[in-house]
């Protein structure tokens, strides 16, 4: 059976990732979660995999009144999740007293809701974590709130954060995690000269694409620059491509071809960056969100849009990841037109693809389905895609030496 299954990152005040809040929706189903909740939990961590949605870290995953009062919650391992529901569960005696017991089995609970100050005792006794959509309470009753919800010991998490200056408020009133990527991009990105080695990999890259550049003179650019150039054999080489060591960048040319040479320059631009906390996670955003677009060209029909899509989505977030506006990457880059057109305003096909894949990211089905349709895409083939580059991600990431190692021993 196949799951709609996303993930959104909850960060600590320190910028470090806590665990992945999952959202999940049957293919067809209305609201997130489908009408068969047990099955859904079952047929996602039981058959998917815990580790393969949520990376080893801790998942929080929302469940209803059934799941608690039936059991079915119990099938998901108390070291690893965070059982979360919503203020409209109620709270009654069975359900306070099933709660109860789960705490007592070393379960974890988070309790969402529009209006947490109307939140019942007993459930708030419970709790370990209360999720706060910011943006929908002023800033003075957000501070009555939190003061209120502080007597009660539990952490707070901030929903929906917009920019860093919200964040700091937060903080201030004793907010501890935070859920999204938002809240980490300056609210207006300002205009920066790039560092030279991310000149040296943008020129790099449009050489490789230009037909017009020779292989000679693609060499002869990275001969003047000897670190970027034993980065990009390392990481060529530790693909162990055909079981060939690459020797030169004229060989990789050669054997690999310009479209898998441009490939491996988008992926040491952007896994150069910070590996921890929130620019870790935007690294890996990056990496799946390119995997995922290049495996959509294939979906629609289009295979000759596979390296145009990856590099889309490979530049997608190096505005974040570099502090700098997009438009001067762009010009920077001296992108194609198509592709420039996508990263500035998600237009034609690599744009509608990337919009649909920044759609899944968020779990906001409504527009996947609207936009797979668009692009030519059956919903029921994105969650396997998904986790495909969820996958290829983690493989991209771990350290060169450790790849090579497993590569000679196959």
């Known amino acids: 059976m196949e799951i709609l299954v996303a ?6 005040r320190r910028e470090q990732l806590y665990g992945y809040d999952l959202v999940l929706r049957r293919p067809g189903s209305g609201a997130p979660g489908g009408p068969l909740p047990e099955q859904l939990v079952a047929d996602t961590f ?6 393969q949605v949520a990376a080893g870290r801790r998942a929080f995953v929302t469940v209803d009144r059934d799941m608690l009062l039936g059991g079915a919650v119990r099938l998901l391992p108390a070291d690893r999740v965070v059982l979360q529901i919503n203020d409209e569960v109620g709270a009654d005696g069975d359900l306070i007293q099933v709660c109860d017991q789960l705490v007592w089995s070393g379960y ?4 969402v809701s529009q209006r947490p100050d109307t939140l019942p005792e007993e459930l708030l006794r419970l709790a370990e974590i209360v999720k706060v959509d910011v943006p929908s309470v002023d800033t003075a009753t957000l501070s009555d709130i939190t003061a209120w919800l502080r007597s ?41 000269d790039l560092p030279i080695e991310h000149v040296m990999t943008f020129r790099l890259l449009k050489m490789v694409r230009d037909p017009r550049s020779g292989d000679a003179e693609i060499e002869d650019v990275l001969r003047r620059d000897v670190a970027l150039s034993y980065k990009l ?6 693909a162990a491509v055909g079981g060939r060591d690459i020797w030169s960048i004229g060989h990789a040319l050669r054997l690999l071809g310009r479209e898998q040479v441009a490939r491996w320059l988008g992926l040491l631009l952007v896994t150069d960056s910070a590996k921890d906390g929130v620019r ?16 959509m060209a294939d979906a629609a029909g ?27 990457l762009a010009d920077s880059m001296e992108l194609a037109p198509d592709v420039r057109n996508a990263l500035l305003e998600r237009a034609d096909f690599y744009g509608a693809v990337l919009g649909l894949v920044e759609a899944y990211e968020q779990g906001w089905w409504d527009q996947v389905d609207a936009l797979a349709q668009n692009v030519g895409v059956s919903p029921v083939a994105l969650p ?11 493989e991209q990431q771990r350290p060169i030496e450790t790849k090579q190692a497993a590569a000679g021993g196959r």
């Not at 039981?46 to 580790?51: F, H, P, T, Y």
């Not at 974890?108 to 309790?111: A, G």
């Not at 289009?302 to 570099?322: T, Y």
């Open 280 to 295: 870790g996670e935007l690294v890996n955003l990056t990496l799946v969100r390119a995997r995922m677009c290049e495996m």
């Open 7 to 12: 993930r959104q990152p909850v960060f600590d």
């Open 46 to 51: 039981l058959g998917i995999g815990i580790d």
């Open 384 to 394: 396997p895609m998904y986790l495909e580059a969820l996958s290829w991600a983690s």
């Open 108 to 111: 974890r609970f988070s309790i």
């Open 152 to 192: 009660y010991h539990v952490r707070l998490l901030a929903m929906h954060v917009r920019h860093r200056l919200e964040r700091d408020v937060c903080t201030n009133l004793g907010f501890e995690l935070f859920e999204g990527y938002r809240f980490t991009a300056p609210e207006t990105l300002t205009r920066r």
């Open 302 to 328: 289009v295979p000759r849009a596979r390296g145009p899509l990856f590099l889309v989505g490979m530049l997608s977030l190096l505005d974040q990841l570099l502090e700098t506006p997009m438009p001067l």
């Open 233 to 238: 054999l390392r990481m060529v080489n530790s």
